[in-house]
T-cell receptor, first 115, second 116 residues
């Protein structure tokens, strides 16, 4: 079975600074996908970025980048130039190829961007 | 523009009174999911449909049922809600089936269920 661990329940960052949200995962399956979602207080889960286990390069999407270290089984999210609107809950999640469509989430990190 | 729509946004029910939550999608995705998210916790998958095939999670209580009458709609039925069932219920869709890990899930805004 797969497992996602997010060890930072809460993080603070100053506006315009970069922040790293940690995520480690555990699976014996060689083929998987890693996702980050943002959940504002409104409740909707918003897709941010995806990294495949066989991808050679780290994923980037605008201000979001994923620091993928396969040997360490970590997939940290880096947000550059933080904005007030980035304040939200952030979830790391994993899906196994052939895993029956199941997306498993970590416990999340609450990010607060301050002036 | 809304692609996954959940109604209602807030639902209040009484202890033991059946309640149904609705989800519709305009994406024509073949997979639809229901997640339960309790306060400050990770979303937990209850079950999902791959087309008409229902896939229940092993630890989902029998109190929770689902129906998918067509591609666009999926319902979550809670037969006898308890106080512990108060949570946010998230509906999601995705395009691909088994064997593809890169298809992201599209979520609705959720239904916040209160049980009195």
């Amino acid at each position: 079975a797969q497992k996602i661990t997010q060890t930072q329940p809460g993080m603070f960052v100053q506006e315009k600074e970069a922040v790293t949200l940690d995520c480690t995962y555990d699976t014996s399956d060689p083929s998987y996908g890693l996702f980050w979602y943002k959940q504002p207080s409104s409740g909707e889960m918003i897709f941010l970025i995806y990294q495949g286990s066989y991808d050679q390069q780290n994923a980037t999407e605008g201000r979001y980048s994923l620091n993928f270290q396969k040997a360490r089984k970590s997939a940290n999210l880096v947000i550059s130039a933080s904005q007030l609107g980035d304040s939200a809950m952030y979830f790391c999640a994993m899906k196994l190829t052939g895993g029956g469509n199941k997306l498993t989430f970590g416990t999340g990190t609450q990010l607060k961007v301050e002036l | 523009d809304a692609m996954v729509i959940q109604n209602p946004r807030y639902q209040v029910t009484q202890f033991g009174k059946p309640v149904t939550l609705s989800c519709s999608q305009t994406l024509n995705h073949n997979v639809m999911y229901w997640y339960q998210q309790k306060s400050s916790q990770a979303p937990k998958l209850l079950f999902h449909y791959y087309d008409k095939d229902f896939n229940n999670e092993a630890d989902t209580p029998d109190n929770f049922q689902s129906r998918r009458p067509n591609t666009s709609f999926c319902f979550l039925d809670i037969r006898s809600p308890g106080l512990g069932d108060a949570a946010m219920y998230l509906c999601a869709t995705s395009r691909a089936g088994t064997g593809v890990a890169n298809e992201k899930l599209f979520f609705g805004s959720g239904t916040q269920l209160s049980v009195l």
